[in-house]
């Protein structure tokens, strides 16, 4: 996926980043030169660049520490105003929920190249995603990381509270290992190789009071953000969408076109007529969401592989990669 050309973020994003760097032990000053970062530390919210800027930042910082976790270790803290605008509705809101509507609502004081959305809710939980429309790099792999673990961390911090997300999913390939996600987000229930970029809370955590809550400057604030223009929506394509009802259905075991017809509340006839038009298939997409999933489950034995991925037996799973692989050789 290419960059949109209407995508650019606030010098703050590249701040954060080098701010990051720093504290990883490394030269800021250096880092902005690689990257070519123009006069990071002037400007305010206001100050617009090119997306590429902050995304090759946090690729630098993977390369000089060689740790392939250091986005998350560095951001789950942030010193506070970082963010301008959008951070200080955060923290003046009088709840969770009412701090992250203001993330959903205002993300474009910030950037253009991402939106942040209330992809699914019920009683229970409510999922929230990042959308981007910037390439598909590992600088946005580094960046997602780093504004999961920033927004779990801020919560905790704001609520004084152990906020523990039920979910977080990631559209990247797993790391080689998952001790440090695990212990900075407090649960098991990672993905890797998800058709998004995703974390779930539980609703009723939306409604612990923040203890940074200011009424007043909220009122304030609000007018401000008024002004501004309308966050630009990143869109889902029908593709992405999908793949996440690919991906539902094979946990649920049952990946057949009926069923993910009715994910998507339309026939089988009609999802086969869409994928024709978007000249694809139906096996060509359940592909892709397997081997997604592949790359999520390539530490388990082979068959638990087959069994995560819907298929019958290790044989039925050893065909489908070598199909795979003579199509990408042809």
């Known amino acids: 996926m290419n960059t949109r050309s209407d995508c650019h973020d606030s010098i703050l994003m590249a701040r954060f980043a080098l701010e990051r760097a720093a504290r990883a032990g490394l030269d800021p000053d250096r880092i902005a030169r690689l990257a070519g970062v123009p006069a990071w530390r002037e400007g305010g919210e206001g100050t617009r660049v090119s997306p590429r800027y902050c ?11 060689g740790d392939p976790d250091i986005a998350l270790r560095v951001s789950d803290e942030s010193t506070t105003g970082e963010f301008g605008l959008l951070e200080y509705l955060f923290l003046s809101a009088a709840t969770l ?12 004081s910030l950037t253009t190249s991402y939106s942040f959305r209330v992809a699914e809710r019920s009683e229970e939980e409510i999922r929230f995603q990042v959308l981007s429309g910037v ?4 600088g946005r792999e580094l960046l997602v990381q780093a504004a999961f673990a920033l927004l779990v961390g801020r919560g905790r911090a704001s609520t004084r509270y152990p906020l523990v997300p039920t979910a977080v999913t990631f559209r990247q390939a797993a ?67 999908l793949g996440e009802a690919i991906d539902g259905a094979l946990a649920d075991g049952a990946a057949t076109l009926e069923v993910v017809a009715r994910r998507l509340l339309t026939s089988p006839r ?42 019958a037996d290790p044989a039925s799973l050893r065909r489908a990669v070598q199909r795979w692989r003579e199509r990408d050789d042809s």
Request: hydrophobic content about 45%; proline content about 4%; charged content about 25%.
């Open 97 to 108: 929920g009412d701090a992250l509507d203001a993330c959903v609502r205002y993300t474009g």
């Open 135 to 138: 390439e598909d790099c590992r």
């Open 270 to 311: 009609s999802l086969q007529r869409r994928l024709a038009e978007a000249g694809t298939t139906w096996r060509r997409e359940v592909d892709r969401a397997r081997r997604r999933r592949l790359q999520a489950a390539e530490h388990l034995p082979r068959a638990q592989q087959a069994e995560f991925l819907g298929y």
């Open 175 to 241: 790391p080689a290992d998952l001790a440090t996600v695990i212990e900075l987000f407090g649960t098991r229930a990672v993905g890797f190789g998800n058709a998004a970029d995703s974390v779930t809370l539980r609703t009723a955590d939306l409604a612990l009071p923040m203890k940074t809550a200011d009424p007043e400057l909220t009122a304030v604030l609000l007018a401000c953000a008024a002004t501004l223009p309308a966050t630009p929506e990143v869109g889902v394509t029908w593709l992405e969408q």
């Open 55 to 65: 995304l090759r930042v946090w690729e630098l910082i993977e390369r000089e520490t």
